[in-house]
């Protein structure tokens, strides 16, 4: 055997075990499972029209549920909300502060498939409920105003699994919402949070 064919035989070995690697750790990942219950919290952000006042940050958290429907796709529910701080009190010593929440319906796309697991990435869409509650605390007495609309979704993640049934990841969402009456008739926010999942 010449080297040439000697050099060969050691490359196509050198790949034939890549490939094998390669297999046994998606072999051994956590497989796909139907179900997925998540968590987030992290930072947001949100715009108020017609002022287009500047975006202001805040909280932000959520949760949810969703089901396999296809190797490539969940289909699930999820409830989100950002706080919008009001700044210092007013002149009459009161504060201000607006949550911004939405109930989506919200299909997720996994570009992996079958292969995927229980991480990897995924995009998401989604349509659903918006509210705006603007709440006025004044020696420690609320009022509450309250207004109603559509919400419209998409964002992008991506999760690691932790053992079989765990997994966790950052989530980065932008959404609309229009509401139907108030002063405010739109709303602009972005959401950067920490996930954690749970696939029982």
Excluded at 75 to 97: A, C, F, K, Q, W
Aim: aromatic share 6%; glycine share 16%.
């Amino acid at each position: 055997m010449t080297a040439r064919h000697l050099m060969r035989v050691i490359a196509i070995a050198m790949g034939c075990g890549a490939i094998g690697s390669a297999s046994n750790a998606l072999a051994a990942a956590p497989p796909a499972r139907r179900f997925v219950l998540e968590a987030r919290i992290g930072g947001g952000g949100s715009r108020l029209f017609p002022d287009a006042s500047a975006i202001q940050g805040g909280e932000a958290m959520g949760y949810g549920a969703a089901v396999r429907a296809l190797s490539w796709l969940r289909i699930g529910y999820e409830h989100n909300g950002v706080l919008r701080e009001g700044g210092p009190p007013d002149v009459s010593g009161g504060h201000t502060d607006q949550f911004l929440v939405d109930q989506l319906v919200v299909a997720s796309v996994l570009p992996l498939g079958a292969k995927q697991g229980i991480g990897g990435p995924r995009l998401r869409v989604g349509v659903g409920w918006a509210s705006l509650k603007t709440q006025y605390t004044l020696d420690d007495q609320r009022t509450n105003e309250r207004h109603r609309g559509v919400a419209y979704t998409a964002g992008v993640g991506y999760t690691l699994p932790v053992g079989a049934q765990f997994s966790i990841g950052l989530d980065v969402g932008l959404t609309r919402h229009d509401y139907d009456d108030g002063p405010v008739e739109r709303a602009d926010l972005i959401a950067s949070t920490f996930l954690i999942q749970i696939h029982p």
